[in-house]
C-alpha cells in the first residue's frame, strides 16, 4: 500500500516557521545597512546581509525587494532576522495594514531562541534607550495578515 504524500500548506509552513520566535517592529529612519551596523555596535552582535535572504515583492508592474539580515549566536541554533519591510515603491505588509501603527513599520526584528519574548523585552528596553530609534514594540504574528511574506 502506497504511503499517502503530504501537501505542505502555508499554514504549516507559518507554523513551523514562527514556532518560538518573537518580533519587534521598528520605525526608524535610517537606511537598512545604516541600522544594522549601529545594532551590531549597540548589542555586540554580527548582523549580515545575506543576499539568499533578500524577499522579492511584486505588487501590479514594480518588483521590489526587500533585504534581510541575519545574525546567528555561535555554538547555538538561535538566531535573529532584521527585515526592512518598507521602501519608496512598497511595503511587504501591504496596504492590509493602512492606518494601523504596522503600515507605519520599517523594519521588524524577527528573534528565535529559547526563550524568544523575555529576549524581546530586553531588546525594546534597549531600543527605547536609543535616539535614532522612533519606536520599538512587540508584534504579535496574528497581527500581521500577510505574515507567509516573511518566511525565508
Known amino acids: ?4 504524500s503530504k501537501k505542505l500548506s502555508i499554514n504549516d509552513m507559518e507554523e513551523d516557521f514562527f514556532s518560538e520566535t518573537a518580533m519587534i517592529g521598528i520605525i526608524c529612519a535610517l537606511p537598512a545597512y545604516h541600522l544594522c551596523w549601529k545594532i551590531n555596535e549597540y548589542f ?3 548582523f549580515e546581509c ?3 535572504l533578500t524577499l522579492p515583492f511584486c505588487r501590479s508592474d514594480i518588483t521590489s525587494y526587500f533585504p534581510v539580515f541575519e545574525y546567528k ?3 547555538s541554533n538561535h538566531s535573529y ?3 526592512k519591510v518598507k521602501n519608496e515603491q512598497a511595503s511587504l505588509l501591504q496596504s492590509s495594514h493602512k492606518g494601523t501603527w504596522l503600515s507605519k513599520l520599517d523594519f521588524i ?7 524568544p519574548e523575555y529576549e524581546a523585552r530586553y531588546i525594546i528596553d534597549k531600543l527605547k534607550q536609543i ?3 522612533t519606536m520599538s514594540h512587540e508584534i504579535d504574528s496574528q497581527e500581521i495578515k500577510n505574515i ?3 518566511i525565508v
Open 1 to 4: 500500500m502506497a504511503a499517502k
Open 109 to 115: 526584528w524577527l528573534i528565535k531562541t529559547g526563550q
Open 50 to 52: 545575506d543576499p539568499e
Open 44 to 46: 555586540d552582535f554580527n
Open 131 to 133: 535616539n535614532w530609534i
Open 73 to 75: 549566536l555561535p555554538n
Open 148 to 150: 507567509e511574506n516573511l
Open 81 to 83: 532576522l532584521l527585515y
